[in-house]
């Protein structure tokens, strides 16, 4: 076993106990290491772990109350990471010329910490970003994003069922700002390859490589 997937199990571990100062811990030490890389924590470790936590809760007493204090621990991580965001921004000579982005959920949307990470993507790869985070009432929202005048907006969207409030939105926010470039992201939109499409969105956001596409998906 390498020192990578070491690393790797000793984090699912930790997490699945629950023992946030070590889970802590582990991330950082990877990021200083130079284990891994912010794409590389985010992507191979906590993405996949936190995509693994409904399923490995089921069986448990309190698997709700298990996966919201997962889920917190991840957050706590990712927040954690954002000096080793800055720096390897800086290191790879990146700026913010690239544009305004502001990344959104609707109303009743709580599941967050795959926009969060896509943030730091975003910074990483040359764009201004502002966070706005979960469960964001529409009228909200317009006002936020006229005040912003950003070049994207992306509105994430996990549970399936916000997906026609999403559509409700990008109406809206079409007929206020017609030059708006609007991306969608989520897990709401993983099992049908053009449902962006279909309500509006100019690109869907999965990875980072979608981000480097962006230029040619402008509107």
């Not at 990471?81 to 800086?90: D, G, H, K």
Request: with cysteine; proline share 4%; net charge negative.
């Amino acid at each position: 076993m390498t020192n990578h997937d070491t690393g790797t199990s000793a984090f699912r571990d930790a997490l699945e106990r629950m023992d946030k100062p070590l889970c802590v811990r582990l991330a950082v030490q990877m990021l200083q290491s130079k284990e891994q890389d912010i794409v590389g924590l985010y992507t191979q470790v906590l993405a996949p772990t936190l995509n693994n936590m409904t399923d490995s809760s089921e069986n448990q007493p309190a698997s709700i109350w298990r996966e919201h204090i997962r889920s917190s621990i991840i957050r706590t991580i990712i927040e954690c990471c954002y000096p080793y965001v800055l720096t390897e921004a800086e290191e790879k000579g990146t700026l913010t010329v690239k544009g305004k982005v502001v990344i959104v959920s609707p109303t009743d949307e709580y599941h967050e910490l795959g926009a969060r990470m896509g943030s730091d993507f975003f910074h990483l790869c040359g764009y201004e970003t502002i966070f706005v985070g979960s469960n964001t009432p529409r009228a909200e929202m317009l006002k936020g994003l006229e005040l912003e005048n950003p070049d994207y907006v992306v509105i994430n969207a996990v549970n399936f069922y916000n997906v026609f409030k999403v559509q409700k939105i990008v109406a809206e926010i079409k007929a206020a700002m017609p030059g708006l470039n609007i991306l969608a992201s989520g897990y709401a939109f993983r099992q049908d390859p053009n449902l962006y499409h279909k309500i509006g969105a100019i690109s869907v956001i999965r990875t980072i490589d979608d981000i480097l596409a962006l230029e040619g998906a402008q509107s």
